[in-house]
């Protein structure tokens, strides 16, 4: 299935997205990142706050992924069909 919206309101979602996160719990940690939890070191994650709140670094790395996904999109030209 192919759905299809604008290039303005892919970038509304993904702010929406963004301004939801940012509510979770007590806020987001935005030093939060991604990580594979098979090989990641948990003294590091107790290090870095990880298991202190992890709503809070959830939700930062959750909101870095999509300002990634906004700033590509918004560097990306916009087809007009010509």
Request: hydrophobic content about 40%; charged content about 25%; overall charge negative.
């Amino acid at each position: 299935m192919l759905i299809v919206i604008s290039k303005e309101q892919l970038a509304v979602i993904l702010e929406e997205e963004i301004k939801c996160w940012e509510s979770v719990s007590g806020g987001p940690n935005l030093n939060a990142f991604s990580f594979d939890p098979k090989t990641t070191d948990p003294q590091l994650l107790k290090q870095l706050g990880y298991y202190d709140d992890r709503e809070a670094w959830i939700a930062g790395a959750r909101i870095k992924a999509l300002r990634e996904y906004l700033t590509e999109l918004n560097n990306t030209p916009q087809f007009t069909g010509k």
